[in-house]
């Protein structure tokens, strides 16, 4: 196998590795605040990806503006159902919370289904079928933007985290709940924030990246399923953890896929799962 | 002030539930089809509590106990003749196992509750997409059973055979894990959910009682797949090793009540026919309508009752009972 191959490989890997990256950062921002492992994390996006087909369909609005506005409706749409439906169940426990999403799984998966049915789809931008070309190296633009947006965004989510009130109200409120509430953080409006913001990314990672997936109504659990790898492996709550697990599992993928064929690279990041979960149980970057 | 119950508490439990097993004569010969799977969830979802609920440790990985199962026995039956009532034998040792040995490797450390999830998640992901590459497992094609037709071959002529037999299976699993719930083991296992430093603390061996319910949960969900490939007469991964009916057999447990003997009963005795109900009311118009249906009613259940229905019963009679105890002690 010729070495530009595999540097193409690669580099594809890192770019798909920023996208994960941002995807479990959001999951890690929903678990930090309230302990929710959302299993429809990634219904969320594809959620959103079905807006994205929509307005291209229907209003030939192109993805890339569609995705502002995508992240306020998201917003919206987190905050709302964190009050109404996640903080109830999470006061009856974590596990309880971990159903409940499981629930919202089945609700979304067939909600797509009943709308737009089981056929596959894809979504063109103004950027499909532009290739940039950097010898040896040959990108799409749709990924290349995809990427650039993703690792932009995971940038300033985590200086947000870092340097904002905001963020250390949230960092707070993950180290001890308690303690946070006593220092006078309002608890319930900064965990609905945090939810909505979660779920607001991906509102806006969906459209961005749509022209990089083929649509069904069953991709978002694919998607949860990466996120929750890329959490774990970095440590869950770990924020650089996070983007440093994305990477790893992006490239592995590729490089995978291209060594060994579909079936073994899309083991692989299961596999890297399975093997830091027991050899270094809070994950690579991961404290304790 | 109490009434004296006419039986004992889990005595009426015990009467309906066996009303019910013996229902089939009265049914129409559609009804007895959902009511052989509402029974295989029963059981299922019984074995699933066993792990999942008693002990509180949340398995994601089901599927793979249901796939061994399945396909040990299938595979005995296709190369050496094996009958399955010989092959149910291996398929659940093969099933607990592999279930102890994912309790061994997980429960090495104490692990976050939520970690063992991910991890089971991440074997049985890894389990499905083996099965369905593997040329001796049939691939995503399948296997098909060899055709036999006796019930020396665990084969039956009419569904009724295989309703009494799978509700045979599910009295077995309430049976076991009710006494198991208040033997020495359930107590153990119920500290360990509750808080499992305190438990260790007082000397409980954490890792050899989360080992025991792994393994007799797992035992019990690989003969559920035996019976269910019998059944079907046909084995494939799609509906054996995916994740999805994990995922089912999850929220059945817990709309009835996760961690109680009877919740994992009640929740796919009432889910499964509704399901089917609506898949009749509304599976003519748009595809996933009724599914849609079925996942709104579940949410809206685990939000008004995350502890599950018969928590929601109990605290219903709680409060009934203190409203009417408050008007017999109140001064006029």
Known sequence: MSNEVLLQATVQGLQMGAIYALIALSMTLVFSVGGLLNFAHGDFMALAMYGAMVAYVSFKIDAYVVAPIMFIIFFALGVTLFRGLVRPVLAAGVLAGAQLTLGLVFVQENLILVLFGGDYNNVPTVLSNRNLTIPPLVMPWTLIVGSALAAALSIALYVVLLRTDFGRQVRAIAQNRDAAALMGIRIDRIQAIAFGVGIGLLGFTGPVIVAQFTLTPTMGFDLTLIALIVMVIGGIGNFLGSMAGGLIIGVAESLGSLLYGGTVGAMIPYAILVFVLLFRPHGLLGER | ?332
Request: charged letters at 10%.
């Open chain 2, 1 to 332: 002030m109490r009434d004296k119950p006419l039986l004992p508490p889990g005595a009426w439990s015990w009467l309906l539930f066996l009303l019910a097993a013996l229902a089939p004569p009265l049914m129409s010969s559609s009804w007895i089809n959902i009511g052989i799977l509402t029974m295989l969830f029963v059981y299922l979802c019984v074995a699933w509590n066993i792990v999942g609920g008693i002990a509180g440790q949340f398995c994601v990985g089901h599927s793979l106990f249901l796939a061994a199962g399945a396909y040990t026995s299938t595979l005995l039956a296709i190369h050496f003749g094996v009958t399955p009532w010989i092959g149910m034998f291996a398929g659940a040792a093969v099933a607990t196992l592999i279930g102890l040995f994912i309790a061994w490797l997980s429960f090495r450390y104490a692990l976050p509750p939520l970690s063992f999830a991910l991890v089971t998640i991440a074997l049985a992901m890894l389990g499905y997409l083996a099965i369905s590459s593997i040329d001796l497992f049939g691939a995503s094609r399948g296997l098909t059973l060899p055709v036999r037709g006796t019930p020396a071959a665990y084969q039956f002529k009419n569904d009724v055979t295989y309703y009494f037999v799978i509700s045979a299976h599910a009295i077995g699993a309430i049976t076991l894990s009710a006494w198991l719930y208040h033997t020495k083991i359930g107590l153990y296992l119920r500290a360990i959910r509750d808080n499992e430093r305190a438990a260790h603390a007082i000397g409980v061996p954490v890792l050899k009682y989360k080992m025991l319910a792994m393994g007799i949960s797992a035992a019990l969900t690989g003969l559920g797949g035996v019976f269910y490939a019998q059944y079907l007469q046909y084995v494939e991964p799609r509906t054996f090793a995916s994740i999805n009916i994990v995922i089912e057999i999850i929220l059945f447990t817990v709309v009835g009540g996760a961690g109680t003997v009877w919740g994992p009963v009640v929740g796919p005795m009432l889910l499964v026919p509704a399901g089917e109900l609506l898949r009749h009311e509304l599976g003519g118009g748009l595809p996933g309508a009724h599914l849609l249906a079925y996942g709104l009613l579940l949410v809206v259940v685990i939000r008004f009752a995350p502890d599950g229905l018969l928590g929601a019963l109990e605290r219903g009679r709680q409060a009934w009972r203190a409203m009417r105890l408050a008007k017999e002690t109140s001064p006029q």
